[in-house]
């Protein structure tokens, strides 16, 4: 970053400066304290904090200079992450506990590593210098390790079999032993989950990206599930093993407008007659209401990545006349604990 040489010709009103400044400060403080953070996270602070203990005892397990510690357990304290009682015996805050605990629906650094890449995305898009899903292929990596579920974790495939049960159809076709495609499966979390969840499911997932789809592949041996799990790398535009499956997965939000035709077109013919597709959808009634809401204000910057990536925002209405207009019928959105999603059915012919 270099400076003018010159001074500015009119001098700033620096009562007005520093009182913008204090308006906008906790933007900048709280990009620092996760910074902090993630750090005392990988160094194994919040590790040590996980039952009540001293500072001077956590130093010595560490081995870190007492005098620094004490003073990143203070800041790790202001900004709601460590607790005390009597100011002498520290322990972790409860949200930060959990997500430390393992078994979550994803490992805390993996939480961590996604924040930065999403950093990064959203300057680079503002910048005007970001190249797509096609990218940077090590953020693209991280991305869709971080946006899926872990399915090492018995509570996350426990969790998804029970948001399962909001729709009795698909349980009956899991639990019958049903023919699954996924469109767009990334490194596979969803599916590797599901197949856990649901024994009897035989899967296909198409992913084109190389690095994703070796992942996919690499995670389904991992988990023994190799014999039920085939990964195709390939453009999910032109697969094609038509009258095969009783479930479509679309992962909607990873496909550019330019595609998302061909891709419907590939599902439906996919599908055994009566067959059903099922995709995600974004609920943006928060983004509607002010003042906007910090789940809300996530969803805006969800959108601004998506956005780069040329996939249309879609609300869940949107996306059923979307697979409506593709040939499904009787299309209609599910509301589940946290999400929504659009379902339809191939024509009986």
Not at 203 to 208: K, L, Q, R, W
Not at 285 to 293: D, F, G, I, R, Y
Not at 297 to 316: A, F, K, M, N, T
Request: glycine share 8%; hydrophobic share 45%; with cysteine.
């Amino acid at each position: 970053m270099t400076r003018d040489a010159e001074p500015h010709e009119k001098a700033v009103d620096l009562f007005a400066y520093f009182a913008a400044l204090s308006e906008v400060s906790e933007r900048f403080v709280a990009s620092e304290a996760l910074q902090l953070i993630r750090g005392a996270a990988e160094a194994g602070v919040l590790g040590a904090f996980s039952q009540a203990t001293t500072v001077a005892m956590a130093a010595k397990d560490l081995n870190r200079d007492e005098s620094h510690l004490t003073d990143l357990c203070a800041a790790l304290r202001s900004h709601g992450v460590l607790m005390s009682d009597d100011g002498v015996h520290f322990t972790l805050h409860s949200a930060w506990a959990m997500l430390v605990r393992p078994g979550g629906h994803q490992p805390l650094e993996v939480l961590m590593e996604l924040s930065g890449t999403r950093g990064r995305m959203l300057r680079s898009i503002a910048r005007g210098e970001h190249s797509g899903w096609a990218g940077d292929t090590r953020e693209r990596f991280n991305y869709a390790i971080a946006v899926s579920p872990d399915p090492w974790s018995p509570a996350t495939v426990a969790a998804f079999s029970a948001s399962m049960q909001t729709n009795p159809e698909v349980v009956a076709l899991l639990n019958s032993g049903a023919r699954y495609l996924e469109l767009g499966c990334g490194v596979a979390g969803n599916m590797c989950t599901l197949l856990q969840a649901f024994p009897n499911v035989r899967a296909v997932g198409v992913e084109m990206a190389s690095d994703l789809a070796d992942e996919a592949q690499r995670r389904a041996h991992a988990l023994g599930i190799a014999d039920r799990l085939d990964i195709v790398c390939a453009d999910a535009t032109t697969f094609s093993r038509p009258n095969s499956f009783d479930i479509v997965f679309w992962s909607q939000m990873f496909f550019p407008a330019a595609s998302r035709r061909a891709a419907l077109a590939v599902s439906l013919q996919s599908l055994r007659p009566g067959g059903l597709i099922w995709s995600p959808a974004f609920d943006q009634t928060a983004v509607h209401k002010e003042p906007l809401s910090k789940t809300a204000c996530d969803l805006v910057l969800d959108r601004v990545i998506h956005g780069s990536w040329g996939v249309p925002h879609r609300e869940p209405e949107e996306l059923r006349a979307e697979l409506e207009d593709a040939g499904f019928v009787g299309a209609y959105v599910l509301d589940r604990p946290g999400s929504k999603v659009v379902l339809g059915h191939r024509p009986v012919d």
